[in-house]
């Protein structure tokens, strides 16, 4: 059963998404049930959890790539970018970067000027997109998938923990990226990350997942000592960075 809606004109105007009810299964394997939670217009959405339970099951089942039950409405005009975790193309073989950036704009019948645009956007250097994917650093391959995934002008970014495999300044330097085409272009962001604190400093609201429990509200309700025990099963403490 296929309930991925884009251009519903049900979609309250104030939320850019509205999930009712979803649940995922392949085969016996439930991977979450009864979820419902909706999504403001430039807001950004962070979505955390252990490892399983089902983070990346429900960003493909937002896209429409795997089937589900339940309701998800896309608001009208909603031009999704996705950046996944992993990318299903083998970063040994012979594909520049510009050969990557060239497929989606013909895929997605934009400009080169577009191109561009997205580049500078991530601050990717130009030079640098000769270079074959496989040769990049962690943090380049990530910005040269954002700026992928910027190519056609989305509103909503769905980010497959983009900062894995960065170093710590690296890891800043994106999420900075990430906040700056919220508050320039609007841009609304629905984040999987790992990383607590760059949770509560960035994210809107928390959606935690876990094969028992879901817990949905703003970062200083949700990311307390209690649920987060309940959530991963141990102690789990993270550091606040002071400052912008």
Known sequence: MKNYQVNSNNADNANILEVENLSVHFAA???FRG???TVPRGSSLAVIGPNGSGKTVLFKA???SIPSKGRIRW???TRLGYVPQKLDLERDLPVSGRDLLRAKAAVSKSSEDAVTTALEQVEFDELSLSVPIGAMSGGQFQRLLLAFALIGEPNVLLLDEPAAGIDEPGQEKLNIMIQRLQEEKGVTVLLISHDLSVVY???TAVLCLSRTHTWFGAPQTV???E???QLYGAPTRFH???GP
Do not use: C, K, T, W
């Open 29 to 31: 394997l439930e991977v």
């Open 35 to 37: 979820l419902s939670f």
């Open 62 to 64: 937002l896209i429409g």
């Open 75 to 77: 608001a009208p005009g």
């Open 201 to 203: 400093r960035y994210a």
């Open 223 to 225: 990311l307390n000592p």
């Open 227 to 229: 649920m987060l025990q």
């Open 240 to 242: 606040i960075h002071d």
